[in-house]
Every structure is written in structure tokens, then in C-alpha cells.
């Protein structure tokens, strides 16, 4: 009884291995998890580690509420031929968010005009689309002094440009073709305290509510692609992480109901890739 209870183990281990290597789930039926560009290194052993806690888990840290009236970052945004420009500069408002405060707008061609901070560098695409700080103007009424970026919660270090977009009319717009395109741009560059200085990723066995799969960079885990069914709880934890951190590390992500994650999602798994 002994020999048979080890070969049916035997055989239900390798029922499972198969599942887990051709991207099926054992609890999602005949849904398949999406095929990664590469699986992530581990720790030469051939076994996936079980996450553990770090310095970065144990101890949350909240994001610094910093004094009113403190600038986390300021530019000039400047169009190309110097005919528009304007002063940005961000402040702390004292309670845990940011404003931008506009100075100094002008411009040679007045028209209808917006304001908006972007996740995308300022010569590189935004997959995101996430946007924040949006305002708009018209000539008669002139730039705001200032716009709110509650929207991009406490640390919005992950906008990496802002940027001025000729804006619709009410009229006839056929005369200005370049509406809707960037008409200047600058990069921030911020002055915020790491609110994680000690997060660490460590990678745990795929299991029920993240079975997607891990991309890494010479070893080192960078992405994750979310599977049906897969919940941010349970994502965090198999990296041993916090929501709190791995929201942080995707601070535009999108999600259906509170916990769950839209498919094929790709999560941030590192600091730098905000």
C-alpha cells in the first residue's frame, strides 16, 4: 500500500507540472495563461522560492506628508519655436498631495489651449494614457494660476512630463489641424523622499489568484502578466510585497472590482519602471 501511495503521488505531481508548463491554470478550466517572453530566472536551483518577508514588508512605510508650499519639482515648458511657453512648479499642498502652480503663460498664436502632466517621457510613448493635472483655457480668459494633482496621489514622481496641447474651440476647427498634438513639452524632474527605500521583490510559487507569469531582465524579476481570475492581494504577496507597495510600483493601474486585475495586465515589478 505503501508503493501504490507514492506512484499515485508521483503521477498526480506530474499532472500538475504539465498543467503549470503549458500555461493552464488547475483552477480556471480551459482558460490559458499568457505565454511570457521569457519565465524568470530563480535561484539556480531549478525551485521557484517561496516569498518571504523583507525590510520593505514588515515595515510599511506611508508616504511623507511634506510641509505646505514645498516644491517637489519645476520646469519650463517651451514649444519649439519659442513662440508659447510657461512656468511650471510643483508644490506640497500640507495634506499629503501636490498643486501645480502656473506663472509667466505667453504666447504669439493665442488659441484654446490645455495643460497636462503624463507618465510617458517627454520623447518616449505612454502605453498608460494616464493623465492627471489636466486644465484647459481659452485666450479670452487666460492660463489658471494653478491646477490640483490629487488625482496622481501622494507620490506623483512617476509623471515624467507636462505638456501644452492646443485645445478644441466651440467653432469650426478645420483651420487648426494641429489640435489634439503636442505643441510643447518638458520633463519634471522631482525632489520626494522614497516612501519604499527598502522594497525587495523576492518571487513565490505561482498559486490561486496569481498564476500569471514573470518576465525578468538577467534574472532579476521586472514584470508581471496578470491571468484570469488573478487578485492584487494575493499578487502582492507572491512577491512578497504589500498592495500599499505594489500599487505604488503601478500607480496607474487599472483594476475591475477593488481586488481583481484586468488580464493580460502588465504589473511593474520595479522602483525605476514607474
Not at 155 to 174: C, E, I, K, R, W
Not at 176 to 189: E, I
Request: glycine share 12%; proline share 9%; charged share 20%.
Amino acid at each position: 500500500m505503501r508503493g501504490t501511495h507514492a506512484t499515485t503521488t508521483l503521477v498526480i505531481g506530474t499532472v500538475l507540472t504539465a498543467l503549470l508548463l503549458t500555461g493552464c491554470s488547475a483552477f480556471g478550466g480551459d482558460d490559458s495563461v499568457p505565454e511570457p517572453t521569457r519565465r524568470t530566472a530563480v535561484d539556480g536551483s531549478g525551485q521557484v522560492p517561496a516569498p518571504g518577508p523583507t525590510s520593505g514588508t514588515q515595515a510599511v512605510t506611508a508616504a511623507t506628508v511634506m510641509p505646505a508650499g514645498t516644491v517637489a519639482a519645476e520646469t519650463d515648458v517651451v514649444s519649439a519655436s519659442g513662440d508659447t511657453r510657461i512656468h511650471v512648479r510643483v508644490v506640497a499642498d500640507g495634506h499629503g498631495t501636490f498643486e501645480a502652480e502656473l506663472s509667466g503663460y505667453r504666447t504669439t498664436k493665442p488659441q484654446p489651449m490645455s495643460l497636462e502632466f503624463r507618465r510617458g517621457d517627454v520623447d518616449g510613448d505612454d502605453p498608460s494614457g494616464f493623465r492627471a493635472g489636466v486644465v484647459l483655457w481659452d485666450p479670452a480668459t487666460g492660463a489658471p494660476t494653478s491646477v490640483g494633482l490629487g488625482d496622481a496621489g501622494p507620490t506623483p514622481d512617476f509623471l515624467h512630463s507636462v505638456v501644452l496641447v492646443p485645445a478644441p474651440s466651440d467653432g469650426d476647427d478645420s483651420d487648426r489641424p494641429w489640435v489634439g498634438s503636442v505643441l510643447a513639452a518638458a520633463p519634471l524632474h522631482w525632489d520626494l523622499p522614497d516612501p519604499y527605500p527598502d522594497l525587495h521583490v523576492t518571487v513565490g510559487s505561482p498559486r490561486q489568484g496569481a498564476y500569471g507569469w514573470v518576465h525578468d531582465e538577467d534574472g532579476t524579476p521586472t514584470s508581471y502578466q496578470v491571468a484570469n481570475g488573478d487578485e492584487q492581494s494575493v499578487i502582492a504577496d507572491r512577491f512578497g510585497l504589500t498592495v500599499a507597495e505594489l500599487q505604488w510600483l503601478n500607480p496607474s493601474l487599472q483594476t475591475g472590482d477593488p481586488d481583481a486585475l484586468l488580464a493580460a495586465t502588465d504589473l511593474n515589478l520595479v522602483p525605476s519602471g514607474r
